[in-house]
């Protein structure tokens, strides 16, 4: 009656064993609790999307759902306020305005909308924002015309930069800005407002200036004679003659132009008939006669 | 003694390695049962004091995260005797610490009872180089110990320098840096059958782990079962055990003398066995259960059913008393005091200062050991628990795990040994690939 109870050996055989060690290594432990749970995402989520069709439709779907984020009212943008423009850079700007209004706001490129507007002659500068309530805020600073520009086609109107504003065809649309003519008049606008600035103590009409050889300026009476200014400092040259006029009547004389080049040297032109007259003088009273029509002090 | 630093400095780098990995397995092959601890090292204070003599190693702060006991098999008197029977065992035992600890341990610090160990006391003396003594001194003193035959087929399990002695002064802990002429060293050696060694670590190599330290159960137990003041002022720890019964002697927190008797807890059970007729389960259920030393009158009426599967109802149906047990068990426990009496009293155990006996392992759970003990060995005998460890599960806390809990400590905070210490550079052989690159690295 004694009941057999076959006793198993408790041990766990070598392979079972080894297949514990096994699981009990970090490494596998980490392969099984993050690496095959990856794997399977993976596997899934790289079947589903291996159907081009299935693409298309999710690429679609988030099309859609992010076009109607963007389309809400509070995104879109109704109204463009200028503030700072004049009426004629307001409507240039209404028309390169490229977006159709009302528009979403994740449509603006703000970068590029800004250059666009700067790229605009009469601006210089632009800041853009867009205000709640769907308001787009361009705040623009303008150029202010300073002088003309007498080129071949007409008159340009520059600022005080040099650069040009607009074309007029008359002279008489901006009759309070001085003329400049020459090339390369526009690069030395400063210096030219400073001329005309001290020229005015001469109280004389002026015509203008013209830059010679692109380097100096010739002031231009508004009989026509010239006053040569040298390269540097000009507006000294321009009180010395001044200081002349006060002194001996210079301007009055008959004379072509006044050369103020050579500091140490001013020199001047006289016309042909004060030439003559001069001639006429000197030989009826004796004087040694002068063989050019030059004048030293 | 060139192969032995060989080898107990490769056990010595794995252990290092295995620490520094953080894990490491703690093996007790006993003779009634096997126990795996997994400790892991938490990296506190590891390496703090690496320089000093006191604690080489000086690792500490480490966790027990797995435990796991198994009954024995193929064990007897503390040896392996059948290979494949104590693999499967150690198997069993490190699977389930293993599982417990959730963790794969590859390295293993394992101890046995038995094998035949032998205490030796090396002296030896040198004359100092310097003015003070440097480490190449110490290496120099100890490899100067004479070391006394051995024996065939024997190993060197532990070889700690006890005591330094510096010209006149003895009893230096660490002479490093102190002056002096003349350095002396004494030196205890306990060696084992090397036929034990190879096959415990055969055993742990099929398990695909490697060996990465051997202790002395005897030693061990010491360790964890002696407080600190019997370290110090000398005591001796029995380990009864289930196949011996292991003695070590401690004095000045290091371990003089070590033996093991090859007496143990089962064959007390064999004695109930035969005494009463019954299986050996049965007779091991019995005497832990009633098991006893000191017959009191009430035991002649306490009756123990011993059962049985024989079918007949006379045979199955015995009773004995607990008297009777009693009677079985208490001469063969007596041997194995006496006999343990006879060792402590070869060793000299009577002329240290202090004369503390502290009982540990699982027979010291007899009751009433306490009051035979003090009369075979002397008045001074107490039982000793293992000291407790940081994760330790209560059911491995008992006097049985003393061995087991030794191991961690042993692991933890190892005593100096032999091989710690450098070989002194005139040991080298001759244009030795080593001494030049010790003269690199000492140069540049």
């Avoid at chain 1, 050889?213 to 009180?239: I, K, T």
């Avoid at chain 2, 029977?85 to 394992?110: G, P």
């Avoid at chain 2, 006149?168 to 840096?177: C, E, K, Q």
């Avoid at chain 2, 002396?184 to 034990?196: I, K, P, Q, R, S």
Wanted: with cysteine.
């Amino acid at each position: 009656m004694r009941p057999v109870i076959p006793r198993a050996d408790p041990s766990p055989s070598r392979l079972r064993y080894r297949l514990e060690r096994m699981r009990l290594t970090p490494g596998y432990r980490r392969l099984t609790r993050l690496g095959l749970p990856l794997l399977v995402v993976a596997g899934v989520a790289g079947g589903y999307l291996y159907d081009a069709d299935r693409r298309a439709n999710i690429a679609d779907r988030i099309a859609e759902i992010r076009r109607q984020i963007e389309t809400r009212p509070e995104f879109m943008v109704h109204l463009i306020e200028l503030e700072g423009a004049s009426a004629g850079v307001q409507e240039d700007i209404h028309e390169i305005f490229p977006y159709d209004l009302p528009a979403s706001s994740f449509d603006f490129d703000m970068a590029a909308l800004r250059e666009m507007i700067e790229g605009l002659p009469a601006v210089a500068r632009a800041e853009l924002r867009i205000r709640q309530g769907g308001v787009l805020r361009v705040a623009v600073t303008e150029r202010v015309p300073v002088t003309l520009w007498r080129t071949r086609h007409g008159f340009e109107v520059l600022d005080i930069s040099g650069a040009a504003i607009a074309t007029v065809e008359a002279r008489t649309t901006h009759a309070d800005l001085p003329v400049l003519a020459g090339s390369g008049a526009d690069l030395a606008v400063p210096q030219a407002l400073d001329i005309l600035a001290s020229a005015t103590a001469l109280k004389r009409p002026l015509r203008g200036l013209v830059r010679m050889g692109e380097r100096r300026w010739d002031l231009v009476l508004g009989d026509g004679r010239r006053v040569r200014l040298p390269e540097r400092e000009p507006v000294r040259a321009v009180e010395r003659v001044i200081v002349l006029d006060r002194a001996s009547d210079l301007l009055e004389r008959d004379l072509v132009s006044i050369d103020m080049r050579l500091s140490t040297r001013p020199t001047v032109r006289m016309s042909e008939h004060a030439t003559e007259e001069w001639w006429r003088i000197t030989r009826a009273s004796g004087l040694p006669a002068i063989s050019s029509g030059t004048e030293t002090r | 003694m060139i192969e032995l630093y060989e080898s107990q400095r490769a056990m010595r780098a794995m252990r290092k390695a295995a620490i520094q990995r953080g894990v490491v397995a703690v093996l007790d092959v006993g003779t009634s049962k096997i126990s795996c601890l997994v400790l892991r090292f938490d990296g506190t204070g590891r390496f703090a004091a690496a320089e000093e003599v006191g604690r080489m190693a000086g690792q500490a702060g480490f966790r027990v995260i797995g435990a796991a006991t198994t009954r024995s098999r193929g064990v007897r008197l503390g040896e392996i005797e059948a290979m494949a029977e104590t693999e499967r065992a150690i198997r069993t035992a490190v699977q389930a610490a293993q599982k417990m600890a959730q963790i794969r341990v590859d390295h293993v610090i394992a101890c046995f009872s038995g094998a035949r160990p032998r205490s030796y006391g090396l002296a030896g003396e040198v004359d100092i180089t310097g003015q003070t003594v440097t480490e190449n001194d110490i290496s120099r003193v100890l490899s100067a110990c004479d070391v006394p035959d051995i024996g065939e087929e024997r190993e060197v399990l532990h070889a700690q320098p006890v005591n330094f002695a510096l010209d006149h002064r003895s009893g230096l802990i660490d002479p490093r840096g102190q002056i002096g002429n003349w350095l002396a060293t004494d030196m205890h050696m306990l060696t084992v059958d090397g036929v034990a060694v190879q096959n415990l670590a055969h055993c742990v190599k099929r398990c695909d782990m490697e060996l990465a330290g051997v202790g002395s159960s005897a030693y061990v137990s010491g360790i964890a079962a002696l407080v600190e003041d019997e370290q110090e002022l000398g005591a001796a720890c029995i380990d009864l055990g289930g196949g011996s019964a292991g003695l070590s002697i401690f004095i000045k927190k290091h371990m003089i003398y070590a033996d093991c008797v090859r007496i143990g807890g089962d064959h007390v059970t064999s004695d109930i066995s035969m005494g009463l007729q019954v299986p050996q389960a049965t007779a091991e259920r019995i005497k832990t259960f009633y098991g006893g030393v000191v017959a009191t009158g009430m035991d002649d009426r306490e009756m123990i059913e011993t059962g049985g599967e024989t079918g007949d109802y006379e045979h199955d149906r015995r009773k004995v008393s607990r008297a009777e047990l009693i009677g079985i068990m208490r001469p063969r426990v007596e041997e194995i005091l006496e006999e343990v009496r006879a060792r402590l009293d070869a060793a000299g155990f009577d002329h240290l200062p202090s004369q503390q006996i502290v009982l540990t392992g699982g027979g010291s759970q007899i009751p009433g050991l306490d009051g035979l003990a003090s009369r075979i060995l002397g008045q001074r005998v107490r039982l000793g628990r293992p000291l407790r460890v940081h994760g330790l599960p209560q059911a491995a806390t008992g006097p049985a795990f003393a061995s087991a809990v030794g191991m961690c400590l042993f692991a933890a905070n190892p005593q100096d040994e032999w091989w710690d210490f450098d070989i002194p550079v005139d040991r080298y052989p001759a244009r030795s690939l080593r001494r030049a690159v010790k003269w690199f690295k000492d140069n540049w």
